[in-house]
């Protein structure tokens, strides 16, 4: 059943768990996720891109996930728009029937410029207010999200900045946290801490100083009550790049965000971790393997079978490590 993402998120800070917030942009996907969170028992956070709504089509991916809340009628799941670029888009999404949104301020509408943070308090707090009246969920950005190793921004939804930072712009400032929530009325909170979308985050494993844990717990303790979301978290598995490499891929040396980093995380109010390039990767590994040791197959259900079957295993190993078996 379609839920609020409070809901959820209230449950998972009571009960001391992380929800994975998997994106989807079709059919095998939004199967993968269902089919792994029935099989642990987890609650659904499905989230859609501006880019997702534009490959699949608005309906398309509004009837994707309602047919998934059809099928799965026991399962607690919310549709949520990813990186909302401004109140327009957040109030298109919420017509479509989207039980949760973000407002992501920290860009200006244009998707390139760095937002002031008095831009960013202006249209999150809009967002909340429209959003609220109608029991849908909002999720707000604060602080840019790029690497502490470059000083550099990362281009989120295919717009986005790679204007060099400082290390104060790349890392969320606790008692602006504290304020840009009393103002906006979020119910989560975005926080940037070293992170970046796409696969090539780190240039090594991460440690202290370019994945900023401490940050998490230092915002946590100021405002204990909201729910913290992290973006940019695909661990990027190594064993995933080596397949890909394998059967022809080209995949530069990276690395991501270690998944025992996100359960340190999620011990100081972490509720929603945003994934993405980890189902990319497993769905591009099965499909390279399937098609170079079956060159004569040509039917799409063929290889898009063992897509799906890879995309549910990240889901499914996810939603243990997060802690939400039997959750949902
Ligand atoms: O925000 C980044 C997500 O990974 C979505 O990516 O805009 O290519 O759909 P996308
Ligand atoms: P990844 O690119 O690390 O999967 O992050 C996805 C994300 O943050 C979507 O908003
Ligand atoms: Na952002
Ligand atoms: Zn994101």
Redo the contacts with the bound molecule.
Sequence with gaps: ALVSMRELLDHAALNGYGIPAFNVNNLEQVQAVMEAAKETGAPVILQASAGARKYAGEPFIKHLIQAAIEMYPNIPLVMHQD?GQNPDVCQGAINLGFSSVMM?G??EADGKTIASYEYNVDVTKKVAQLAHKVGVTVEG?LG??GSLETMKGDK?DGH?TDATMTREQLLTDPEQAADFVKQTQIDAL?IAIGTSHGAYKFTRKPTGDILAIDRIKEIHKRIPSTHLVM?GSSSVPQELLAIIRQYGGNMKETYGVPVEEIQEAIKHGVRKINIDTDIRLAMTAAVRKFLAENPEKFDAREWLKPAREAAKAICKQRYIEFGCEGQG
């Design positions: 990186h992501d920290s860009l950005e840019c999200l989120e986005g975005a973006h």
